[in-house]
């Protein structure tokens, strides 16, 4: 595996439990992140787990942070030890002997936030529940394409306020093998409710593998049955809501039951957590009165297969539901393996020969505007100490190739800007295939038309060509550029630390926001700036590595800021997703390259990362020196620039997954009913998809056997001076510049 950042796991694993609050409507909350480590798959069924020391409080809510294309499924459990003194394993293990072990939260196929109903929480981190551990266990299915490594994780909502109930769930397993040869094979699972605290059962999920064709509960109260839940584990592995108010009282007998269809089997299926193995599961969610004893001190797990007890089961219990193909095609499972593949190192478009590649942007038919500065580089010797370009002579070179790729192959369509040009910086296309540009050599900001296929007609230009300032008439080396409706939103950048805001039709200015440092919504040179699906600013706050997201009126609303990087140069939005890029290494592992961090909108979390290599490549490949970074309208290819002096390159990426539908919106907050002790306010569904693989087999017999016998942390770094020079760390010519 190549050295690359990801050799600083060892901080990570130590950073990736992250703590913050935040105001909600009914209580002040904490949110607590749990984190995957920058994991990458090794082999197929590939299961890990990371743990942290549980913080004291009652859970109220589980954001999840996961895509279905890398993740099969995450469990978070609550341990009262965990299985091993690290903070990080490989293998099925989760928690250790000797204590509780709680399933609190599981996902699977990008389902949504879950939001437990009024006074009801989970209780962690307390002396009489248990739970002194938090273990996060994810499976991947297969291994990645790529050089993708992984920072999946679950953010708990947390309150201080104990509830009226407490929540828990009761996982009914079975480990009855499948014999072949059979349309309908029932798998059974019956235990005795004995404790004196009754229970209130208001969510139900099944889990089967590919065999499954049906999963049904009841319980039996003085000889009646009433039923729990059943669903089809082929749909999407919902969450459910039960209707009516359920009660299991001591004495009470819960059974649930598995239909399995083997008519395709030369041999015995055995239950197991891998892909060639079943599954038998029913979840089912409760609650009970807080003042009351924990019915489950250890754990609810319900595993014995009682033929006796199962004789008068209902009937409705095994019967199928009708068919629904559309649900089983959302809920299908990818065969093709998550991957962010090299497709090509562009050095050459055409016969234009890149200069430093300093921005990107796409036109309204998908093709990419390459924005570089040709034979001119910005080094030590292109400014004198007050800003003023040195050599006031254009570039003679088209900067601009309008270039379409299909695949690893380009074909140049415009070749434009040719003697207009002093030093290219940031490029923008509008829905009417406009061209809005930035040039730091000039100082200006300036409106183009596409005139012709070698032809830039300029509409109108904003700052005082070549004079640098920091008033409303000037720029003082603007860096990136975008359009939202009628307004124009310029980084300005490298001297003024700010955001103007043009009128698009004229070029005047309107307003501005942001002030030199690194408090929010401070900035220590901002470097790019995008929009994104909500119509919000994405600004590379680059000195400070972070990226601050705000409205159209200057105000803060989200941050990326992580100690993975200490700078950032460049960032893309593509509908729940913010790829960054840093420009430089961190400082003491310059050798180990640098990668592409993409995050999930709203979270200020990195879930994933990239980086050029590939496991099937014999080259250790790095980046130069990454200035801008694109992804194309489709979410299929990134492309990055990189300045590098001497290796100026356009790096091609495409990224593969399957499509089977679409994904639950990650903002989906699920409807509870708003009182639980009525009975008409019950009925609720909850869109939650947990497909999850739960623990071996024989672990689960171990445990039964038991029972029966018995963040990532924000850099908070201080102001950086201002970098004024756009190869800092590469420049080879002899220059002091920083």
Known sequence: MPKIIFLLLVVSICQSAKLSSFASQNDDLQKYTIQMTGYSPQQTDDYVAVSREAISGYIVGFEPMANADRVHHMLLYGCTRPAQEDTFWRGMQTCGYGGGSFILYAWARNAPNLNLPKDVAFSVGHDFDGIKYFVLQVHYAQPFDGEVHDFSGVTLHVSQKKPMNLAAVMLFVSGTPIPPHMAAFQNNITCIYDSSTPIHPFAFRTHTHAMGRLVSAYYKHQGHWTKIGKRNPQWPQLFESIPNRLTISQGDQMSASCRFDSLDKNRTVSMGAMGVDEMCNFYMMFHWDANAPNPFPEGAICGRDSEELMRDYPLEGFELLPKRPELEHHAHQSKVPFGVISEARHQTIGDSKLGQVAGLAFDTYGNLA???????????????????????????????????????????????????????????????????????????VAKWRMKSDSELEKLWEAGKKLEPGSDHEHFCKPTGITKIGEYIFVSDGYCNSRVV??????????????????????????????????????????????????????????????????????????EDYVFMVPGRPLMGHENEGISVFVGRAGTGLVEYAFGPNSVKSKEFLKFGQPHNIRVSPDGLHVFIGDIAEGKATLWQFKIQHEESGHPMPSKTYIPWPAQMNDPKTNSFIVLLALGVMVLGCYYVKRRWRSLRNGGHLFDTTGFKPLRTEETVGFISDGSDSE
């Not at 002579?393 to 074909?411: C, E, H, P, Q, Y």
């Not at 004229?506 to 040179?525: A, C, I, T, W």
């Open 370 to 444: 390459v924005f570089h500065r040709a034979q001119r580089v910005w080094d030590g010797r292109t400014f004198d100490n007050y800003n003023y370009l040195l050599d006031k002579t254009t570039i003679s070179d088209a900067v601009i190739l309008l270039t379409r790729f299909d695949g690893n192959k380009s074909t140049v369509l415009k070749k434009l800007g040719a003697g207009q040009f002093y030093l290219p910086h940031g490029i923008y296309i509008d829905s009417n295939d406009i061209v809005y540009t930035t040039d730091v050599g000039s100082h200006t």
């Open 501 to 574: 805001v043009l009128d698009a039709s004229s070029g005047k200015y309107v307003r501005q926001f942001g002030l030199p440092g690194d408090e929010p919504g401070q900035f220590n040179l901002p470097h790019d700036i995008v929009t994104n699906a909500q119509q919000q600013l994405i600004v590379t706050d680059r000195e400070n590595g972070r990226v601050q997201v705000f409205t159209q009126q200057g105000q803060l609303v989200d941050e990326f800021h992580t100690s993975m990087f200490s700078n950032l140069y460049s960032a893309a939005a593509f």
